[in-house]
C-alpha cells in the first residue's frame, strides 16, 4: 500500500517562498510519476507540478517560472519549491504518486498565501 506524507505547508506573505515535501513509502519510488496537485474549494483539483520517472517535469501555465519540482529517489521523496508566492496560490496542495493508471494520494498540506 502506497502511503504519501505531505509536509512543509503553512502561512507566507505575499512574495515570499515555501518549499514542500512528500515522502514515500513504496520501495519502487523511482518508477512512478510524482506531482503535486492543488484543489480550492468548489474547484475541481488541477495539476501544478509533475515529473516523471525519467526526471521530464511539467508545470502548470500559472506557476511556470515560479515553482520547481525537483525529486530524490534515493530519500524517496520529491518536493516543491514555491517562490514569488501570490493570494491566488493559496489553497491545499496534495502529492500524487501514479504508476499505469493507479493514483494515489497524500491528505494534503494547506498553503496560504496573506499579509
Known amino acids: 500500500q502506497v502511503q504519501l506524507v505531505e509536509s512543509g505547508g503553512g502561512l507566507v506573505q505575499p512574495g515570499g517562498s515555501l518549499r514542500l515535501s512528500c515522502t514515500a513509502s513504496?520501495?519502487?519510488?523511482?518508477?512512478?510519476?510524482m506531482g503535486w496537485y492543488r484543489q480550492a474549494p468548489g474547484k475541481q483539483r488541477e495539476l501544478v507540478a509533475l515529473?516523471?520517472?525519467?526526471?521530464?517535469?511539467n508545470y502548470a501555465d500559472s506557476v511556470k517560472g515560479r515553482f520547481t519540482i525537483p525529486r530524490d529517489n534515493a530519500k524517496k521523496t520529491i518536493y516543491l519549491q514555491m517562490n514569488s508566492l501570490a493570494p491566488e496560490d493559496t489553497t491545499v496542495y496534495y502529492c500524487?504518486?501514479?504508476?499505469?493508471?493507479?493514483?494515489?494520494w497524500g491528505q494534503g498540506t494547506q498553503v496560504t498565501i496573506s499579509s
Open positions: 513504496m520501495s519502487s519510488f523511482a518508477i512512478y510519476d
Open positions: 500524487n504518486a501514479r504508476i499505469l493508471s493507479l493514483n494515489n
Open positions: 515529473i516523471t520517472r525519467g526526471a521530464t517535469t
